[in-house]
């Protein structure tokens, strides 16, 4: 895999106009990261998914048996399942 130059190479001294490519490059790097775009693959390994939803971000992916699910806005997704039952009175006498 081949990384893109993402930062102007400095000259040997100081320059405004390398400061300037910098800024603009550093500007573009944070637009990128907190917009990336689509992304289009030929393959994809999701490495530690989660098996609950409970707990994350909003568009995060997560597994039920194999099976991949999106966390949507709005939706519940518990971590796990709890519940109390009551069934009636006993009475206990001892003599």
């Not at 806005?73 to 001892?94: D, F, K, Q, W």
Request: proline share 7%; net charge negative.
């Amino acid at each position: 895999m081949i990384a893109a130059q993402v930062f102007p190479l400095p000259g040997p001294a100081y320059s405004q106009e390398y400061f300037n490519q910098l800024v603009r490059a550093m500007g573009r790097h944070i637009e990128e990261m907190t917009n990336p775009g689509d992304v289009v693959c030929s393959s994809l390994i999701i490495l530690q998914i989660p098996h609950s939803g409970g707990g994350l971000k909003e568009g995060s992916v997560w597994s039920n048996n194999g099976v991949l699910y999106i966390v949507e806005p709005n939706v519940g997704y518990p971590s796990g399942v709890s519940a109390t039952v009551s069934l009636g009175t006993v009475t206990v006498t001892t003599v």
